[in-house]
């Protein structure tokens, strides 16, 4: 599977699962359509902190893994057919914090990284450089940073952003609208390709008659005519789309 350098989203890998073997991707093995990563299949993506790698990834069969260098591996959860969210260790988090000596005193610039249990207990532990990415974050200055947050620059702050939201999902039966390796969604019983689409957010006017449902959760719907503005959500402004005509 392809995977990208967190931080850069560019250094493309290809991954085995089964023997954690890794080799870097050609630009000749990709498709010369592609001109973003999203145009790329790409199934997560991966870390390096001195010297070891570290991934994230979905696999072939809709499990979201966590591995580390020494082959470790922890499944965090699984997507079932029927688009829901199952926690494969109910429980498990992540804890970030900044790192320290035995004595007490703080390691400056570094953090630790635990993933713990149901009941606090550590399952892994690793130390990082948490420093330098903050620095990218703050010193990045582009269009794209009006709307990138520091999980978008450091990969652990992603992994524990994501257990997070998982957690959520599968505590709520949540249906995400969810966009495959090759670019497609399934909605409404529908593969549709993601170009195909059409979205709008709350209080904007429907470009389109038919039934909506949220991109947070395709269980909810509501049906709009062609010009009325698209409404808020439990309280909530959203993102809608288009799903059928009525």
């Known amino acids: 599977m392809w995977l990208y350098r967190h931080h850069t989203c560019s250094d493309i890998i290809d991954l085995d699962h ?3 073997r890794w080799r870097p ?6 498709p010369a359509s592609a001109r973003v990563l999203a145009d790329l299949p790409v199934r997560g ?9 570290y991934f ?3 696999t072939d069969d809709d499990r979201f893994v966590f591995r580390a260098d020494d082959g470790t591996v922890f499944e965090i959860c699984q997507k079932l057919t ?3 969210t199952l926690e494969s260790r109910p429980g498990m988090r992540c804890r970030i914090e900044p790192a ?3 004595d007490g005193r703080l390691r400056q610039g ?3 990284v635990t993933l713990v249990d149901a009941d606090g207990a550590p399952l892994y532990e690793l130390t990082y450089n948490s420093e330098h990415y903050l620095k990218l974050y703050g010193s990045d200055f582009t269009a794209a940073a009006m709307v990138q947050d520091l999980s ?5 702050v992603a992994l524990k952003g994501a257990i997070e939201i998982f957690s959520e999902r599968a505590a709520s039966g949540k249906v995400p609208l969810t966009i495959d390796d090759k670019g497609r969604a399934e909605l409404n019983g529908n593969t549709v390709p993601y170009d195909e689409l059409v979205f709008a957010d709350s209080g904007a006017p429907s470009p389109r008659s038919g039934i909506w449902v949220t991109v947070d959760d395709v269980r909810s719907s509501v049906e709009v005519r062609k010009g009325e503005p698209l409404p808020s959500y439990r309280g909530n402004e959203v993102r809608w789309v288009w799903s059928r005509e009525r």
């Open 18 to 20: 089964l023997s954690g």
């Open 100 to 102: 320290k000596h035995g």
């Open 56 to 58: 994230s990834y979905w």
């Open 110 to 112: 570094l953090s630790t």
């Open 152 to 156: 978008d620059w450091d990969f652990f």
């Open 25 to 30: 991707v050609d630009d000749s093995e990709k």
């Open 82 to 84: 029927d688009g829901r």
């Open 45 to 53: 993506s991966y870390t390096v902190e001195d010297g070891r790698r």
